[in-house]
């Protein structure tokens, strides 16, 4: 709770102020209205003690269920592109228009999904190995390891019996692109990338192209393992990469107050997509309710400031979606120019009880 109290207060320490030069602006102080019959009652500024009040945990909770039901029903997830994002898109999309205080839109925009499946055996013995996201397909079927000399970083790294064959590299100095593609331009058949440090490697190419060879990583103890094996004599493995790249249409979400000056606005950030591997409430389902609920809340108060709320699409596989939206933004100047402050919230619940 404490997190997302924060949220409130770092929200409302920058609505609240005036964030231009004041001139013709908070003049409205409220009197003269509500004094006629039937009248509303002019409402309070904002405030973070009091928004802060205003965000309860039911609502958090209740939130962060209903990401969890659509997760459930879509397979699990909420990653880029899915069914399960899309229903999470539609779900805040509908929530903070119902409150008729927002000019809300959905902004479209294409990007390259991927996912996939490695398998390796070396000698015959099963070897753990993670596909680097946006590696192609393939399958070497006893095929021969050889590894390149220092880190696989340019052509001369790599020696001409590698031609189909697998390369075995190690991390570092530069990217798995780079690697990948110097790979593929040796002709081998497929890329083994070893780590540099203890533990797995969840690494990404950077983007799709025809030009990489099919890449996986292994722990640095698989990468020693098998260069030791080398030592003494040939090594021959089977690898195959199954993977799956497609382009799909994702969506960002940006609600903007319909009170508050909109030359001067405070916009408020987070990604609404999951990882493939689960459902995402903390990452980051904990900072799109967060931000939800401050919206929510929002329409009590007066406000100085226009406050824009963008929900972004795509986030974990480079956030793209904050990218796409920025891209968009910075064509028009003047649209640039409004935008006085930004904060990103992700992953602000905590596993520890406070
Ligand atoms: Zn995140």
Redesign the pocket.
């Given at each position: 709770m404490k997190n997302f109290a924060t949220v409130s207060l770092a929200v409302l320490a920058l609505a609240s102020p005036a964030l231009g030069d004041g001139k013709g602006k908070g003049k409205e102080d409220g009197k003269g209205k509500g004094k006629g019959g039937g009248h509303t009652p002019p409402k309070p500024l904002v405030s973070s003690k009091t928004l802060q009040a205003d965000v309860s945990l039911k609502a958090l909770r209740s939130h962060a269920e209903k990401l969890q039901s659509i997760a459930t029903a879509n397979g699990g997830n909420r990653v880029f592109g899915s069914a399960g994002h899309n229903s999470t898109v539609d779900w805040i999309y509908n929530t903070i228009k119902a409150t008729g205080h927002y000019n809300v839109y959905k902004q479209p925009f294409t990007e390259i999904y991927s996912e996939g499946s490695s398998s390796l055996s070396v000698n015959g013995e099963d070897i753990n190995s993670i596909i680097m996201t946006y590696s192609p397909s393939g399958t070497a079927t006893g095929a021969e390891i050889v590894p390149v000399s220092n880190l696989g970083c340019t052509a001369a790294d790599y020696p001409a019996d590698v031609a189909g064959k697998i390369a075995l590299i190690k991390r570092g100095e530069c990217n798995f692109g780079a690697k990948s593609l110097n790979a593929h331009a040796a002709g081998a058949v497929g890329a083994l990338i070893y780590n540099n440090i203890e533990g797995t490697i969840t690494g990404t190419l950077g983007e799709a192209s025809d030009d990489f060879a099919p890449v996986s990583s292994i722990t640095l103890a698989d990468g020693e393992k098998i260069i030791a094996l080398i030592a003494e004599g040939p090594v021959t493995a089977d690898f195959a990469v199954h993977s799956l790249s497609e382009e799909r249409v994702n969506y960002n979400v940006i609600a903007e107050t319909k009170e508050g000056d909109h030359d001067n606005v405070l916009v408020v950030g987070a990604?609404s997509d999951s990882v493939k591997a689960g459902a995402g409430i903390n990452?980051?389902g904990s900072g799109s309710i967060g931000i939800l609920e401050v919206a929510l809340n929002l329409p009590k108060y007066k406000i100085n400031n226009a406050v824009r709320f963008g929900w972004w699409g795509a986030?974990e596989f480079g956030k793209l979606g904050s990218y796409y939206y920025v891209r968009q933004i910075n064509q028009t100047e003047s649209e640039l120019a409004k935008m006085r402050a930004y904060l990103n919230f992700?992953?602000v619940s905590s596993f520890y009880l406070i």
């Open positions: 990604h990452d980051d986030e992700d992953m």
